[in-house]
């Protein structure tokens, strides 16, 4: 018999990164060695005083329900601490807890759009985005991005170019995946000021706010009239190692906030309990492994960058932000007789175990775009594997 789905399935896209995890496991299976540059997830274990708050918090019972936005304490916590890194006023009720970040673009999106409603988001991109528009009936409207000497840069031409009277809502994720592009304060202004003159609703996704290594990160929700339209996409999956856990937030203006945490009712009705009081210890307590972790990946990131630019035909920056690097492989490709990435991609999987994924995991490519790009994710992969692997890469390209 076959299923009769509903006709809504249809338009649901997935995260293809982890069919390219699958497929590299499947690879291993045969004895092979995988250098796993493909998941945005880390190898890096929660630090120690959040496991025992969790623990403890289990022990002591926190094991049923407990309000829907959230427990009170995290939620005045995080009050605080983004008030204090955004430059912002918050109190609780600004604050809907979820089970990680992710949940935050759809409810987002459930929230403000309507059917037929246009949103800007970023292609490259999340994959979710695109995937949660499609599915509730938006008109999506991609913009993409510049490789410029400094990095990527916001195509805000191509933003601006698209706002239509139709157009609501705005997606933008600074620090990006899989870019890594970071607003100066000059472009995140411009962003704003076209939102405020649109009026345009913004999902403002800062999964990697602290993933940053040589500067303090910036919302776009401290410009004058952007926080009455702005939700934060707040993760603990990065900065606290904290993938697996499942808890972020939605924060923003109380109506939005309260329209967004009815979804939390009709859904999972609460975040985990005790996870939450995991949470609030991550917040509360000492951010030396945050620091030792962005130590890490810093060494990660520039033992790759070395490496990738030596090989022949391909170029990457040294991004500020996210534990991502884009590399431009086009004129590899071209050295190789190659016109799709996913050749490129397979062929330096299976010759040398060096996995990751390509510009076509992140959207669908944009008419006109002839730079080809992979993407590499190193919070996976200890230093001296990725010596070991790009060493491998590097004797395969030459
Ligand atoms: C840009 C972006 N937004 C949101 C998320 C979701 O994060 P979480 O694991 O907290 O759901 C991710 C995860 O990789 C991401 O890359």
Redesign the pocket.
């Known amino acids: 018999m076959s299923i009769r789905f509903a006709e809504r399935n249809k338009r649901l896209g997935t995260e293809t990164a982890f069919a390219v995890g699958a497929e590299a496991a499947q690879f291993s299976l045969t004895g092979a060695r995988v250098y796993p540059f493909h998941l ?1 997830d880390l190898n890096i274990p929660t630090p120690e005083h959040i496991v025992e708050a969790a623990i403890r918090a289990i022990r002591e019972g926190k094991t049923g329900y407990c309000p829907t936005p959230g427990i009170l304490p995290l939620r005045e916590a995080l009050a605080e601490d983004i008030s204090r890194s955004r430059d912002l006023n918050l109190d609780a009720g600004n604050v809907s807890i979820q089970t ?4 935050v ?1 759809g409810k987002f999106i459930m929230t403000l759009m309507n059917p037929g409603d246009e949103v800007l988001y970023p292609n490259p ?2 994959p ?1 985005y695109e995937s949660m528009i499609n599915f509730h009936e938006g008109v999506g409207k991609p913009y993409g991005f510049r490789e410029t000497e400094k990095g990527f840069a916001l195509d805000l031409d191509a933003i601006e170019r698209q706002i239509s009277p139709k157009t609501k809502l705005l997606i933008y ?1 600074n620090y ?2 899989p870019t890594s592009a970071e607003s100066d304060e000059e472009e995140m202004k411009r962003l704003a000021d076209i939102c405020l003159k649109h009026n345009l609703y913004v999902l403002s ?1 800062e ?2 706010f602290d993933m940053l290594y040589d500067s303090k990160g910036m919302s776009i929700s401290r410009f004058p009239g952007l926080f009455e339209r702005t939700v934060i ?1 707040f ?4 900065k606290f190692a904290m ?1 697996g856990w ?1 808890l ?1 937030a939605a924060i923003g203006p109380k109506e939005i906030i309260d329209a967004i945490s009815l979804f939390n009712v009709n859904d999972e009705s609460c975040t985990n309990h005790f996870v939450q009081w995991a949470g609030l210890a991550a917040i509360k307590g000492p951010m030396e492994p945050y620091r030792e972790m962005l130590k890490t990946l810093k060494e990660r990131r520039d033992t790759s960058v070395e490496i990738l630019n030596q090989m022949k035909g391909i170029s990457v920056g040294k991004p500020n932000s996210t534990f991502y690097l884009f590399a431009n492989i086009t004129a590899a490709m071209k050295d190789l007789g190659m016109q799709d990435v996913e050749d490129f991609r397979k062929q330096v999987l299976y010759k040398t175990g060096v996995s990751f994924t390509t510009r076509n995991h992140f959207g669908t490519p944009l008419p006109g775009e002839k730079q080809k790009y992979i993407r590499l994710a190193y919070s996976g992969i200890n230093t001296s594997d990725i010596r070991e692997g790009l060493g491998k890469m590097k004797e395969l390209l030459g």
Request: hydrophobic fraction near 20%.
């Open positions: 945005g990680g970040g992710k949940p673009i991109g999340y979710i994720n990006h995946n996704d999964a990697y996409l993760t603990f999956s990065k993938t499942r972020g």
